[in-house]
């Protein structure tokens, strides 16, 4: 490959790849601004630690939809921004029950309430929660319109250079190429 020429387009694994990573990035981020706001609120509200894991929460879930929209699925069609967010909101609503389950069964469960054995039972909730939150927004809320993966792929193939090409030419700017017979072998007798 010349240091001109574009690398091949990634395929399904790599794509898949690059947004589990993007996904990760911005749920550290959501996962620091609700701890963050957890450790203050179990401070001021130290015997109702699900609530206040649900205040977090919620702000992490701002966070994240602002980081999801504008960073890791800003491909998606925006037409339908209202319905995007209401399913957003709806699927983030059932990953709140998931993780806050899983933080009332851990620590009434197990008689766990330190803050630190809080802020632990929020981490496993967070897990569980991403699994579901992640199947959910790329299925549901940020999914691609049909065909538009497969159009943009089709559409920087025939824009990639080639050793035997050059450099690629937008479809307008190229000349005709008359159409070439096939070449049939001469017969040598």
């Not at 490959?1 to 959501?30: D, N, Y």
């Not at 792929?153 to 008359?178: C, D, M, R, V, Y």
Request: proline share 6%; net charge positive.
């Amino acid at each position: 490959m010349t240091p001109t020429a574009k690398a091949p387009s990634t395929g399904i694994i790599g794509r898949l790849g690059q947004e589990i990573a993007k996904f990760g990035a911005v749920g550290i981020i959501g996962v620091v601004v609700q701890f963050a706001s957890l450790s203050v609120l179990i401070d001021m509200m130290p015997h109702a630690v699900v609530r206040a894991n649900i205040i977090a929460t919620l702000l992490a879930i701002l966070v994240n939809y602002i980081g999801y929209r504008y960073w890791v699925y800003r491909d998606t069609d925006s037409k339908t921004r209202a319905h995007e967010i209401t399913l957003f909101l709806i699927f983030s609503g059932i990953g709140l029950v998931v993780q806050n389950g899983v933080l009332y069964a851990l620590t009434y469960g197990l008689d766990l309430h330190t803050k630190l054995e809080v802020m632990a039972c929020s981490f496993i909730g967070i897990g569980v929660a991403t699994l579901f939150r992640f199947w959910a927004y790329r299925t549901w809320v940020f999914s691609a319109p049909a065909g538009a993966v497969e159009e943009a792929e089709q559409i920087l193939a025939t824009n990639t250079e080639t050793p035997e090409s050059g450099p690629a030419a937008s479809p307008a700017a190229a000349p005709a190429k008359a159409p070439t017979e096939p070449r049939v072998p001469s017969r040598r007798a």
